[in-house]
């Protein structure tokens, strides 16, 4: 990774990398804007937002009522006028709500104007299961939004990905959700001084392994380090491919690595039907089926309601143990 | 302010020459010659899906546009015909779009209640109902943020255009409150035409005999238009437009209004009499414009029948241009205008033809 070579790179959290990676946007251009539930004077929900009042004061960095619908819909006017809009969801849980703005409107309007009026906004907030916040809060929503044509996902699962990522998505000039995850806000990672972006698209290899691909997106993909780690341990080398990007989906660097390793492990932390998992997995078998040595492996979220317990709530979403089943399994060793 | 009876003489319009109450009978006439004819057209299976036409209501969108500057966002719901013509879209561009021509205004990609024409201001033509609002509160939000924070452009307003039934909708209730919190010049235009498909407005929503109320649960003045005279609805208009851009603050207008034809192609209108459509019918808003303007002596009978000749002429003109324009090609547009910025299965996009020409200066073929 490139943050590793540069000279001045520092250690970061998440919500760091997000914040500086708005902040130099809003610096840079100033049709950038910034809304949402305490973004303003609270500071952000999650202190994402710190401190950009201050600096941006409030016609640019804007506290709105808990209207997500609202909000949503005035961040699409908005960017059809040409602003830049960054509508950030307390949680993606909560963008159920909006979800006529967002997925009638958003990623549609250029279709349905014949291409008069794009939709240059990005959505942002918290995605999957936070700390035992049961069913409603607790959402992993790119299993319902990757359906959705006309929209880029990016779901970033370290502080370096999640600047460079960030950045592109409000430079693009086409609506963005942005996944990130309450669970790794305070996770500290390297991230240079310097500017960069990362494009939509470009999957990254978190760990190269010639004995079975695992892919995944988001959080989960710390649960593959760790399951490959382990693995590792007991001979197996596993690839963990992190898609940074579901839409779109670097299919490419996926399909590299099956050819070369015979197995596939997909982990999703969507839930399993018609998930992201699927998907990866229809597309192997389509490019990939020749090169297969076994069926592909989906690890997702179990088919339940998100539970409250932690013992259940563990158990329902994906992990390391989980992980290390699917691979045994697919490599046909358990 | 108080509505004109409707029996009588037409509400004096201050500082408007005559020339400019023609311009508007012929607005009006040309928005109900192209409905009538988009009628038939359906009818012949010509236009396909779901198609609302306007006719008994094109003073309000008249009216409105006119009090209104070229470059303030206009926005409205599906039954969006009149709203598109009064603003400049010629019509040749919108009866294409409905014949699902790659020469209409949204590349036959839109329909019927899809129009958008960037040149003139117009933000669509939207099919959710009350989905529209908050995007109207949006771009007051964009113009202001424009003023203020890009330091650009002159003050504007938002002319943001719903329907009664919206009156329900979740989505205009958030809208219209943040508009008032954030303080956003977005004008909420309920042309109230007292049905939503089927359902009379009593029916359907609380303190319908007075809507001032929900304009008083947000903060707003409300002001109330006769919806069948297009200088009533001027009047008003200009009133709460110079208010609303000097102080860069929302308003609510209720102009009572009504629609002669089904919801839409396809309604049997048990839910009302024919008494009733008469008695609206007999009040209509052209006819009583046409009927001031002789009376005045700014217009003659055989005036008048050459300006319902050449607005016929023009729709025919667009039918027939409608209907030479090219079917649109689904190997090489249907994967188009998808994305700004291709990437994957999607290609690039383009302006619609329409977006060639000045608005009203079609070139002839
Ligand atoms: C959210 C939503 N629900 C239902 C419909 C179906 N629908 C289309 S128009 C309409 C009636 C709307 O009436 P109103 O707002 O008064 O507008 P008008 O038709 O009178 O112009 C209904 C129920 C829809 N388009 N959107
Ligand atoms: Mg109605």
């Given at each position: 990774?490139?943050?590793?070579?540069?000279?001045?790179?520092?250690?970061?959290?998440?919500?760091?990398?997000?914040?500086?990676?708005?902040?130099?946007?809003?610096?840079?251009?100033?049709?950038?804007?910034?809304?949402?539930?305490?973004?303003?004077?609270?500071?952000?929900?999650?202190?994402?937002?710190?401190?950009?009042?201050?600096?941006?004061?409030?016609?640019?960095?804007?506290?709105?009522?808990?209207?997500?619908?609202?909000?949503?819909?005035?961040?699409?006017?908005?960017?059809?006028?040409?602003?830049?809009?960054?509508?950030?969801?307390?949680?993606?849980?909560?963008?159920?709500?909006?979800?006529?703005?967002?997925?009638?409107?958003?990623?549609?309007?250029?279709?349905?104007?014949?291409?008069?009026?794009?939709?240059?906004?990005?959505?942002?907030?918290?995605?999957?299961?936070?700390?035992?916040?049961?069913?409603?809060?607790?959402?992993?929503?790119?299993?319902?939004?990757?359906?959705?044509?006309?929209?880029?996902?990016?779901?970033?699962?370290?502080?370096?990905?999640?600047?460079?990522?960030?950045?592109?998505?409000?430079?693009?000039?086409?609506?963005?959700?942005?996944?990130?995850?309450?669970?790794?806000?305070g996770n500290k990672g390297p991230v240079p001084e310097e500017e960069y972006l990362i494009p939509f698209g470009v999957a990254d290899i978190k760990r190269a392994g010639a004995d079975c691909t695992i892919v995944s997106f988001g959080r989960p993909v710390h649960f593959c380090l760790e399951a490959a780690e382990k693995l590792a341990a007991e001979g197996i080398e596993c690839e963990v491919i992190d898609g940074?990007?579901?839409?779109?989906?670097?299919?490419?660097?996926?399909?590299?690595?099956?050819?070369?390793?015979?197995?596939?492990?997909?982990?999703?932390?969507?839930?399993?039907?018609?998930?992201?998992?699927?998907?990866?997995?229809?597309?192997?078998?389509?490019?990939?089926?020749?090169?297969?040595?076994?069926?592909?492996?989906?690890?997702?979220?179990?088919?339940?309601?998100?539970?409250?317990?932690?013992?259940?709530?563990?158990?329902?979403?994906?992990?390391?143990?989980?992980?290390?089943?699917?691979?045994?399994?697919?490599?046909?060793?358990? | 302010?108080?509505?004109?009876?409707?029996?009588?003489?037409?509400?004096?319009?201050?500082?408007?020459?005559?020339?400019?109450?023609?311009?508007?009978?012929?607005?009006?006439?040309?928005?109900?010659?192209?409905?009538?004819?988009?009628?038939?057209?359906?009818?012949?299976?010509?236009?396909?899906?779901?198609?609302?036409?306007?006719?008994?209501?094109?003073?309000?969108?008249?009216?409105?546009?006119?009090?209104?500057?070229?470059?303030?966002?206009?926005?409205?719901?599906?039954?969006?015909?009149?709203?598109?013509?009064?603003?400049?879209?010629?019509?040749?561009?919108?009866?294409?779009?409905?014949?699902?021509?790659?020469?209409?205004?949204?590349?036959?990609?839109?329909?019927?209640?899809?129009?958008?024409?960037?040149?003139?201001?117009?933000?669509?033509?939207?099919?959710?109902?009350?989905?529209?609002?908050?995007?109207?509160?949006?771009?007051?939000?964009?113009?202001?943020?424009?003023?203020?924070?890009?330091?650009?452009?002159?003050?504007?307003?938002?002319?943001?255009?719903?329907?009664?039934?919206?009156?329900?909708?979740?989505?205009?209730?958030?809208?219209?409150?943040?508009?008032?919190?954030?303080?956003?010049?977005?004008?909420?235009?309920?042309?109230?035409?007292?049905?939503?498909?089927?359902?009379?407005?009593?029916?359907?929503?609380?303190?319908?005999?007075?809507?001032?109320?929900?304009?008083?649960?947000?903060?707003?003045?409300?002001?109330?238009?006769?919806?069948?005279?297009?200088?009533?609805?001027?009047?008003?208009?200009?009133?709460?437009?110079?208010?609303?851009?000097?102080?860069?603050?929302?308003?609510?207008?209720?102009?009572?209004?009504?629609?002669?034809?089904?919801?839409?192609?396809?309604?049997?209108?048990?839910?009302?009499?024919?008494?009733?459509?008469?008695?609206?019918?007999?009040?209509?808003?052209?006819?009583?414009?046409?009927?001031?303007?002789?009376?005045?002596?700014?217009?003659?009978?055989?005036?008048?029948?050459?300006?319902?000749?050449?607005?016929?002429?023009?729709?025919?003109?667009?039918?027939?241009?409608?209907?030479?324009?090219?079917?649109?090609?689904?190997?090489?547009?249907?994967?188009?205008?998808?994305?700004?910025?291709?990437?994957?299965?999607?290609?690039?996009?383009?302006?619609?033809?329409?977006?060639?020409?000045?608005?009203?200066?079609?070139?002839?073929?």
């Amino acid at each position: 990774m490139s943050a590793a070579t540069a000279t001045t790179t520092r250690q970061i959290q998440f919500r760091e990398a997000l914040r500086e990676a708005m902040s130099e946007e809003m610096r840079r251009d100033p049709r950038v804007f910034l809304m949402g539930e305490e973004v303003a004077q609270y500071q952000g929900a999650y202190k994402v937002s710190q401190g950009m009042l201050e600096e941006f004061g409030p016609r640019r960095i804007i506290d709105t009522p808990i209207s997500e619908n609202g909000f949503a819909g005035l961040g699409i006017g908005a960017a059809m006028m040409g602003l830049r809009p960054i509508i950030e969801f307390m949680s993606w849980s909560f963008s159920l709500v909006a979800a006529d703005q967002i997925l009638n409107n958003a990623p549609k309007m250029l279709y349905m104007s014949g291409g008069q009026f794009g939709c240059p906004i990005v959505f942002r907030g918290n995605d999957g299961a936070g700390g035992q916040l049961g069913s409603t809060h607790s959402w992993a929503v790119e299993g319902l939004f990757s359906n959705v044509p006309g929209l880029r996902i990016a779901i970033p699962s370290t502080p370096y990905d999640a600047k460079g990522l960030l950045k592109t998505a409000i430079r693009c000039d086409d609506p963005v959700f942005f996944l990130e995850s309450e669970r790794m806000l305070g996770n500290k990672g390297p991230v240079p001084e310097e500017e960069y972006l990362i494009p939509f698209g470009v999957a990254d290899i978190k760990r190269a392994g010639a004995d079975c691909t695992i892919v995944s997106f988001g959080r989960p993909v710390h649960f593959c380090l760790e399951a490959a780690e382990k693995l590792a341990a007991e001979g197996i080398e596993c690839e963990v491919i992190d898609g940074r990007t579901i839409r779109p989906l670097d299919i490419d660097t996926i399909i590299e690595s099956v050819k070369k390793t015979g197995y596939c492990v997909v982990v999703d932390q969507s839930w399993p039907f018609g998930s992201v998992a699927s998907e990866v997995a229809a597309q192997v078998y389509e490019r990939a089926m020749d090169y297969l040595d076994n069926r592909v492996y989906r690890v997702c979220s179990d088919d339940v309601p998100a539970p409250y317990s932690k013992a259940l709530e563990q158990a329902m979403l994906p992990h390391a143990g989980k992980i290390i089943e699917a691979v045994k399994k697919a490599m046909y060793l358990a | 302010m108080t509505m004109t009876d409707p029996k009588t003489a037409l509400q004096p319009v201050d500082r408007v020459e005559p020339r400019t109450r023609l311009k508007w009978l012929r607005d009006m006439m040309l928005i109900r010659e192209f409905e009538l004819r988009t009628m038939q057209a359906y009818q012949e299976a010509k236009i396909g899906g779901f198609c609302h036409v306007y006719i008994g209501q094109e003073a309000c969108a008249v009216g409105c546009i006119a009090a209104a500057n070229p470059d303030d966002p206009v926005i409205t719901a599906y039954r969006d015909h009149g709203h598109a013509l009064a603003r400049g879209m010629e019509p040749r561009y919108a009866m294409a779009e409905m014949f699902g021509k790659s020469g209409g205004c949204a590349k036959g990609k839109g329909g019927s209640m899809h129009f958008f024409d960037q040149r003139t201001h117009f933000y669509g033509g939207h099919a959710i109902v009350g989905g529209q609002t908050p995007l109207g509160v949006g771009l007051a939000f964009a113009t202001r943020y424009e003023n203020e924070v890009l330091e650009q452009g002159a003050k504007r307003i938002t002319l943001c255009f719903l329907g009664d039934g919206a009156l329900n909708q979740g989505a205009l209730h958030e809208a219209m409150n943040l508009a008032s919190v954030l303080e956003l010049p977005c004008l909420f235009i309920v042309e109230n035409n007292r049905y939503s498909m089927g359902t009379a407005i009593e029916r359907g929503t609380a303190m319908a005999h007075d809507l001032s109320t929900k304009a008083a649960a947000y903060g707003m003045p409300y002001y109330q238009a006769d919806g069948m005279d297009v200088c009533a609805v001027y009047n008003v208009m200009k009133r709460v437009i110079d208010r609303a851009r000097a102080e860069q603050a929302p308003a609510f207008v209720e102009i009572k209004t009504y629609r002669y034809k089904g919801h839409s192609m396809s309604d049997p209108q048990k839910y009302r009499s024919k008494d009733e459509v008469a008695e609206y019918e007999a009040n209509d808003p052209i006819r009583r414009l046409a009927d001031a303007l002789i009376a005045s002596g700014d217009l003659d009978e055989k005036a008048f029948r050459a300006l319902s000749q050449s607005v016929r002429d023009e729709v025919r003109d667009a039918i027939a241009w409608a209907e030479q324009s090219p079917e649109p090609d689904p190997a090489a547009d249907l994967y188009r205008d998808v994305v700004r910025e291709p990437f994957g299965p999607y290609g690039p996009t383009t302006p619609p033809e329409m977006c060639g020409h000045e608005p009203g200066a079609v070139a002839e073929e």
